[in-house]
């Protein structure tokens, strides 16, 4: 109840829910309830949380943001909210978020733009910028969000919470609404590292409905989180430290670094060449298997269906154009073109290249340093409307976030102090399944 009042409060000026449920939320923290009087204990029982709007929920719609899912409700449950509906957490409501996950400020939103709770001329940050508003306004103790190419890592660090990509295939992608298939994965954002390592613990996990999910032990990630730092080699990125980033970005991770250093961490400063490379990569991978991903939203299965089509052409095309908003359409055209017929070597092929020479690079890395740390995006939050025209310097907001997921890795998004009233976030990076050293170096900063 205290947390639908805060939403019923002070969503108004923010538009961090797309779906608000409280009526539902009420019946499930009452079964909660039951199940605690009945001498049942789990970390999440009766803990309330919200899900990014991507996220299939049987009986509350799913919309992705879009106009072409609006009404759309699906008819399963995602496995992370099947896994969470069995810990016992109780759903808040959905969470507004760029159309389809594209974006890195919300304002892709066919619900409209979210305001950073720190400052409301300040964009959240995005694909997840639902989420980390609501957590940051403490709306919500946590939320789920999914990580493209740094969908919860940049809305946590613009927003001043902390969020976790796990490694991919850590957390089942069954029941998530698929962008970028070989790079989606979901996670977290909460408050502190410490309740990063709960929730994650209960969404993670094998899933035979997901065959990209890894088939390994989740630990618990809470039981590691004291573990003294010494010795810990933190690998600093020199080019990542250089005139595209923000001076005072560049002076709260330094501080925070330093602070992990006199917890007995040792500094090693790394190359980390071709983040230029990634991006590249990346606006090409993304969008050539957004291209087929989102063929399936025809007009005619499922989503929106234009008024009084003519003949199949025109359902399809009306639907499309009229369902989709202006990023989504720009990503299916530039996939679709990336993969026609004559092309498909000269951008894909090269792409997929690339991203091997990124994930290289990262094992190299790996070889000198135990865990990476540098900025989560060039600069804080930026104001509402400043790259909206412009979607090619949006692009270079994500040049720090996408190498990791090109290569698959774990990474993180710790708050490290304010730019002014916005806030600053360090990103830490680790090798596959090691979300729990991640988790640990957090929380000793924290
Ligand atoms: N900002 C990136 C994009 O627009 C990443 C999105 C994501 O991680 N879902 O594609």
């Known amino acids: 109840e205290a947390f639908l009042a805060r939403v019923a ?5 923010l538009n961090s829910f797309i779906s608000r449920i409280p009526e539902m939320a009420l019946a499930a923290a009452d079964a909660a309830d039951a199940r605690i009087a009945a001498g049942e204990r789990a970390p999440l029982l009766g803990i309330p949380y919200a899900h990014k709007d991507i996220f299939c929920t ?3 719609r799913t919309t992705c943001a ?8 699906a008819p399963y449950d995602a496995t992370v909210h099947q896994r969470l509906n069995e810990a016992g957490a109780v759903l808040l409501g959905k969470t507004n978020m760029d159309e389809f996950a594209m974006g890195s400020s919300n304002e892709n939103s066919a619900f409209g733009a979210v305001k950073n709770p720190w400052d409301h001329a300040a964009v959240p940050g995005g694909s997840s910028g639902g989420s980390a508003a609501a957590v940051a306004a403490r709306l919500v103790p946590w939320a789920t969000g999914t990580d493209t190419g740094g969908s919860i890592r940049q809305p946590a660090a613009y927003c001043g919470v902390t969020g976790i990509k796990p490694t991919y295939g850590r957390v089942s992608r069954f029941g998530m609404i698929a962008y970028a298939s070989s790079l989606d994965q979901g996670g977290v954002l909460a408050p502190s590292a410490a309740d990063c390592a709960i929730a994650l613990r209960a969404m993670a996990g094998h899933d035979s409905r997901d065959s990209t999910s890894a088939d390994q032990p989740v630990p618990d990630y809470a039981a590691e989180l004291d573990r003294p730092l010494t010795g810990l080699r933190i690998g600093v990125p020199r080019q990542w430290f250089t005139d595209g980033l923000d001076a005072t970005v560049a002076a709260r991770i330094e501080a925070a670094i330093e602070i992990l250093v006199q917890q007995g961490a040792v500094r090693v400063d790394i190359d980390l060449p071709d983040a230029e490379l990634a991006l590249a990569a990346y606006y090409l991978i993304a969008p050539a298997e957004a291209s087929s991903n989102l063929s399936r939203f025809d007009g005619v299965r499922f989503g929106y269906r234009c008024a009084e089509p003519r003949d199949l052409m025109d359902l399809y095309e009306r639907s499309r154009s009229e369902g989709f908003g202006a990023e989504v359409k720009r990503r299916i055209l530039i996939g679709t073109y990336a993969l026609s017929a004559g092309y498909y070597d000269a ?9 091997r020479q990124v994930s290289e690079n990262f094992a ?83």
Not at 9 to 13: K, P, S, V, Y
Not at 372 to 390: M, Q, R
């Open 9 to 13: 409060a002070h969503d108004g000026a």
């Open 58 to 60: 049987q009986g509350v």
């Open 347 to 355: 951008f894909y092929g090269r792409a997929q290249r690339a991203r």
């Open 364 to 446: 190299a890395a790996f070889a000198q340093c135990d865990v990476i740390a540098g900025p989560v995006a060039p600069t804080p939050a930026f104001d509402l409307g400043a790259h909206a025209s412009d979607p090619a310097t949006m692009y270079l907001e994500d040049i720090y976030t996408i190498p990791v997921n090109l290569a698959g890795l774990p990474g993180m998004s710790v708050p490290v102090g304010f730019s002014g009233a916005r806030p600053v976030g360090m990103q830490l990076i680790g090798a596959p399944f090691t979300e729990a050293r991640l988790l640990n170096v957090a929380h000793r900063y924290q």
């Open 66 to 73: 879009s106009r072409m899912l609006g009404d759309w409700v």
